[in-house]
């Protein structure tokens, strides 16, 4: 008997390159023995719903798409209580964890890994009652993934959240909050946080730290204090681009979990780029080894 896999994919992300490589993956998967299941994301949620109620005798679940595409089938994966290895074929616009999981760029090669590559047990995190795959972050440029035209992503990709978030520099506003961890409190005000399992966030290598390890159970947090003036925002742009942190402006901590609670009002926040809602106090765990992922053998 064949065995059997599941394959989903976005046919929007990044330049819709996909439907020129459709055939090719599908060929890559029938001559591996499988039987193939596939289905076309037709709106947000899709993926996640499927992978959620997906039939039990599904051996292998690929997805191709961007991060967000892939945070669904993980979201589903979790929600189901069954544990599956997943395949991920990259076609978003900066795929920011494929990158940081070492899966090549080419969709045929990273089909081959998804078939042949061995099961990475890698960390996810949990945000309230949700789930991320690698990135959970507040703040500035944090609306800029899912507010940017989908056309403008495709032709400059990670480089169009850039001119985005450029644009609101003059207007930078912050959030007053609580940050506790490992019996550590923060108050002040950030204009940005971000908690993060990955070595790549927005297109930037190491923006998070050097020796980022995906399955040691621990996130890195990021927290950038409220500028005082023109020249220490010159100073925090001028780490970040250097991938450095600024005592004098930022925090940066590794933790397993952390609360944020914000007195004023609700803060937005973003999960693998796309929308996670307003929130007024939110508690992230790190979900040790949670999900099998296909890598390089």
């Not at 616009?93 to 078939?115: E, Y």
């Not at 978030?165 to 490992?182: A, I, T």
């Not at 742009?237 to 925090?251: E, N, S, W």
């Amino acid at each position: 008997m064949a065995k059997k896999l599941l394959f989903i994919y976005n046919p929007r992300s990044g330049k819709a390159q996909i439907k020129y490589k459709l055939n090719d993956i599908l060929e890559t998967f029938v001559r591996a023995g499988y039987e193939v299941t596939v289905y076309p994301t037709l709106k947000t949620g899709d993926a996640g719903e499927l992978v959620k109620n997906r039939d039990q005798d599904y051996e292998l679940i690929v997805c191709s798409g961007g991060d967000g595409t892939l945070d669904e089938v993980v979201t589903g994966m979790m929600q189901s209580g069954r544990r599956t290895p997943i395949g991920y074929i990259p076609a978003g616009s900066t795929n920011d964890f494929a990158g940081s999981l070492g899966l090549p760029k080419s969709m045929l090669r990273a089909a081959q890994v998804a078939i042949e590559g061995k099961d990475f047990p890698c960390d996810v995190g949990s945000f309230n009652d949700d789930i991320f795959v690698y990135i959970a972050a507040f703040g500035i440029f944090t609306d800029v993934s899912y507010e940017t035209d989908q056309e403008m992503k495709n032709i400059l990709g990670h480089m169009a959240y850039i001119l985005e978030g450029m644009k609101r520099l003059p207007s930078v506003r912050s959030y007053p909050m609580k940050v506790s961890y490992k019996g550590c409190t923060i108050v002040d005000d950030f204009i940005f946080g971000m908690v993060t399992n990955s070595r790549s966030v927005g297109g930037f290598k190491d923006i998070t730290g050097k020796n980022v390890k995906m399955d040691d159970g621990v996130f890195e947090v990021t927290l950038i204090r409220k500028p005082k003036n023109p020249i220490e925002l010159n100073a925090i742009i001028f780490a970040l681009l250097g991938k450095t942190i600024d005592p004098a402006t930022m925090y940066f901590f590794r933790t397993e979990e952390v609360t944020f609670e914000a007195p004023e009002e609700s803060v937005a926040w973003t999960l693998d780029g796309e929308d996670g809602g307003r929130h007024v106090k939110v508690t992230i765990n790190n979900i040790c080894k949670g999900i099998d992922i296909r890598v390089r053998m």
